[in-house]
C-alpha cells in the first residue's frame, strides 16, 4: 500500500498526439496542456525538446504556465540531454527526465554520471527505464538504485503492454523493498495493448507506486495509456488506501475529453467510461447507477455537472430544439467544409438524430465519427 498521496503525470501532448494518424500542431498540444493545468494534474510531459523543435517550441509556449510541473525528457545521449537542460532552465516548473532500455544502457556508472547532468539543471530528475516488464529483475534493481543513489527523484517503470497485474505488483514491491529508506518515488506508465493499463495501474499503486502516467480517452502510441479520466472515477470509490495529491475538477473530465477528441481528430466511443457519450447516461434503467456516482460527487453526462474552469467549446453545440433539425445539421456539416451527396447525407443525419436523442451536446468530434462510419458503409 501507498501511504504517500499518488500524483498524475498526464501524457497527451506528448503521447495523444502520437498517436496513428493525428497531426497536432504545438498550438494544439498547448491548449491540451493549458487544460490539464486547470483541471488540476500534478505533471504534464512536454516531450524531448533537446531534439524535436515542435517539442522545443512547445515548451516555449508553456513557459509560464503555473501549476503542474512540467516533464521533458531526453535519451541516454549526453548531447540531447544537455541541450533539452538548457530548455528546462527557462521554464517556471521543470522536471528532466532521463529515458533509457536496459536491453541498451546497461552500465551502472554511465547512469550515474547522465542522472548527475540532469542535475547540474533542475533538482528534479526522473530516470524511466523503458523495458522495465520485460528486462530481468536483478538489472531493473540495480539501474534504479543507481539512478536513486545519483539524485534521481522519480523512478518510472514503463509496462510495454505485455504485463500481468500480478507482474506489476510483484515489480514495483520488489523496487520498493529494494529502495527502502531513500526518498524516491516510484511511478508506472502501462500501456493498454492488452486492454489491462488501468488494471496494471490500480495493481502498482496496491503495490506501494506514488505516481501513474496517463493519457486523456486513453489514447496514446499503439493502443494507448492508462485513461486518467477511469483513474480519477477509481480515486473516488471507497475501499482503497491511496488518495490522489491533487484534487481533480471531475466536472471538467468530459470538456477536456471533448477537446482532446477535437484537437487530435480521434473521436471518443460512445461506449468509453466516464467521459463517451453513453457513460451515465440519465433514464430509467440508469437512475440507480446515477444516483451511486452523484454520491461521489460525479453527475451523469448531459446533467448540471456543477462550474467549469471554461465555457463549453465552440466544438460543442446543443442537440435539442432547432439544433436538432435537418437544417441546422446541413449548416453545421457545410461550416465543416463536408459535402455529402443524397444518401450518404440522408445517412448522416439518422445517425446524428439517434446521437442527439440521448445526448444533449453533439461535438464536431462525434460528427466526424458519425461521417467516418457512413464512410465506410459506403
Not at 498521496?5 to 491548449?31: I, K, W
Not at 468509453?272 to 437512475?287: E, F, Q, R
Request: with cysteine.
Amino acid at each position: 500500500m501507498t501511504a504517500d498521496p499518488v500524483r498524475l503525470c498526464d501524457r497527451t501532448p506528448v503521447d495523444g498526439f502520437a498517436s496513428p494518424r493525428v497531426v497536432g500542431t504545438p498550438a494544439d498540444r498547448a491548449e491540451v496542456a493549458e487544460a490539464l493545468a486547470d483541471l488540476g494534474v500534478d505533471a504534464v510531459e512536454i516531450g524531448r525538446p533537446g531534439l524535436r523543435p515542435d517539442d522545443a517550441e512547445l515548451a516555449e509556449r508553456l513557459r509560464e504556465l503555473r501549476g503542474p510541473v512540467l516533464v521533458a525528457s531526453s535519451s541516454a545521449d549526453r548531447a540531447e540531454l544537455v541541450c533539452c537542460g538548457d530548455g528546462v532552465r527557462r521554464l517556471a516548473s521543470s522536471r528532466l527526465n532521463v529515458c533509457i532500455a536496459l536491453r541498451d544502457q546497461s552500465d551502472s556508472r554511465q547512469l550515474e554520471r547522465l542522472i548527475r547532468v540532469a542535475l547540474g539543471y533542475t533538482w528534479d530528475v526522473q530516470l524511466t527505464l523503458l523495458d522495465a516488464t520485460l528486462a530481468p529483475r536483478a538489472s531493473v534493481v540495480e539501474a534504479l538504485a543507481a539512478a536513486a543513489g545519483a539524485g534521481a527523484r522519480t523512478l518510472a517503470l514503463v509496462d510495454r503492454g505485455w504485463a500481468l497485474p500480478r507482474d506489476v505488483d510483484t515489480l514495483v514491491r520488489e523496487v520498493r523493498a529494494a529502495l527502502d529508506g531513500r526518498q524516491v518515488r516510484v511511478a508506472v506508465r502501462c500501456s493498454n495493448r492488452l486492454g489491462l493499463a488501468l488494471a496494471n495501474a490500480l495493481a502498482a499503486l496496491a503495490a506501494g507506486a506514488q505516481q501513474v502516467e496517463t493519457c486523456v480517452n486513453g489514447i496514446g502510441p499503439a493502443l494507448g495509456v492508462t485513461p486518467i479520466e477511469e483513474l480519477v472515477a477509481v480515486a473516488a470509490l471507497p475501499g482503497h488506501d491511496w488518495k490522489l495529491a491533487r484534487p481533480i475538477a471531475t466536472a471538467d473530465l468530459r470538456r477536456v475529453s471533448q477537446l482532446v477528441a477535437a484537437r487530435t481528430g480521434l473521436p471518443v466511443p460512445p461506449n468509453k467510461p466516464i467521459v463517451g457519450s453513453n457513460a451515465l447516461v440519465d433514464g430509467a434503467s440508469a437512475t440507480r447507477d446515477t444516483d451511486a456516482w452523484r454520491g461521489l460527487g460525479w453527475t451523469a453526462n448531459g446533467a448540471e455537472d456543477g462550474p467549469t474552469t471554461r465555457p463549453p467549446r465552440a466544438t460543442d453545440h446543443p442537440a435539442e430544439g432547432e439544433a436538432r433539425s435537418r437544417p441546422a445539421f446541413e449548416r453545421r456539416l457545410a461550416e465543416l467544409g463536408v459535402i455529402l451527396a443524397p444518401p450518404a447525407r440522408d445517412a448522416a443525419f439518422a445517425r446524428y438524430a439517434q446521437l442527439a436523442s440521448f445526448s444533449d451536446r453533439v461535438s464536431d468530434a462525434d460528427l466526424r465519427a458519425i461521417l467516418s462510419r457512413v464512410a465506410h458503409a459506403d
